[in-house]
């Protein structure tokens, strides 16, 4: 049987911060790897190899970690964003008072104070527009 050539983490710049939300959680809920694998059905060395942050997992193996350990996958994509700042915190418990409405009537405004910021900053993340679920086409 043929050995898999190994994986460089360059390739995947999403392994290290897996690994380490993986890792992390695990460790400050005080579980064990095997713990891990027996309640997720996610295989030991998979885990293993998730938190020393190797390899390009599939979904199916991501996916019960992630559920399982509470992780917010933003952590994944976002790695260079602070996720739990008192501002962040704060804004999510604003957000989190307000009722529909409420939210339909100042996303408008978030939107555009984001462009806005967007604009004086190009390399900052893209606000994409808000598309309408029955035209499935961008509303203003």
Same mark, same amino acid.
């Given at each position: ?12 710049? $999403? ?19 095997? $713990? ?30 992630? !559920? $399982? ?22 804004? !999510? ?36 527009? !808000? ?10």
């Amino acid at each position: 049987m043929r050995k898999k050539k190994p994986v460089e983490n360059k390739d995947f710049e $999403f392994a290290a911060p897996m690994g380490d939300a993986a890792k992390g959680a695990r460790e400050k809920a005080k579980y064990t790897q095997g $713990f891990v694998s027996e309640s997720t059905g996610v295989d030991t060395r998979t885990i293993m190899i998730i938190e020393n942050g190797e390899g390009n997992p599939t979904m199916e193996k991501l996916y019960p970690l992630v !559920r $399982f350990y509470g992780i917010d996958p933003r952590v994944f994509f976002f790695p260079e964003m602070a996720l739990e700042t008192t501002a962040r915190m704060e804004l !999510r418990l604003l957000l989190e008072t307000c009722n529909e409405q409420e939210a339909e009537d100042i996303l408008p405004i978030v939107r555009a104070v984001l462009n806005a910021l967007n604009s004086k900053n190009p390399g900052r993340m893209k606000v994409h527009p !808000r598309v309408d679920p029955v035209k499935k086409e961008p509303t203003p």
